[in-house]
Nanobody, 115 residues
Framework: VQLQASGGGLVQPGGSLRLSCAAS????????MGWYRQAPGKQRELVAT????????YYADFVKGRFTISRDNAKNTVSLQMNSLKFEDTAVYYC?????????WGQGTLVTVSS
């Protein structure tokens, strides 16, 4: 499974960004997909996940009500709509796809929230 993330950039506090991740390769084996992030000097942390059907989603407390994860199985994509961005949302965001017991990672896309 290969994952290609896009959509990062520079945004002011309170602004919005949409991240997208396209999966290719052995996509038939993908179960859950989601997003993680890693801020400078910190460990990678889970942001949001979506089940294979998209019917079940999970959000970390620090993004609830601000971020929305969505999945398009027809296009093999997972997106993360990020609203009301805060300084502390600055991080490299990674797309992830579960393939059985294996987690496949995308290359990461940088989100910088700055005034």
């Amino acid at each position: 499974v290969q994952l290609q993330a896009s959509g990062g950039g520079l945004v002011q506090p309170g602004g919005s960004l949409r991240l997208s991740c396209a999966a290719s390769g052995s996509i038939f084996s993908i179960n859950g997909m989601g997003w993680y992030r890693q801020a400078p000097g910190k460990q990678r942390e889970l942001v949001a996940t979506s089940s294979s059907s998209g019917g079940y989603t999970y959000y970390a407390d620090f993004v609830k009500g601000r971020f929305t994860i969505s999945r398009d199985n027809a296009k093999n994509t997972v997106s993360l709509q990020m609203n009301s961005l805060k300084f502390e949302d600055t991080a490299v965001y990674y797309c992830a796809a579960a393939d059985g017991s294996t987690i496949n990672w995308g290359q990461g896309t940088l989100v910088t929230v700055s005034s």
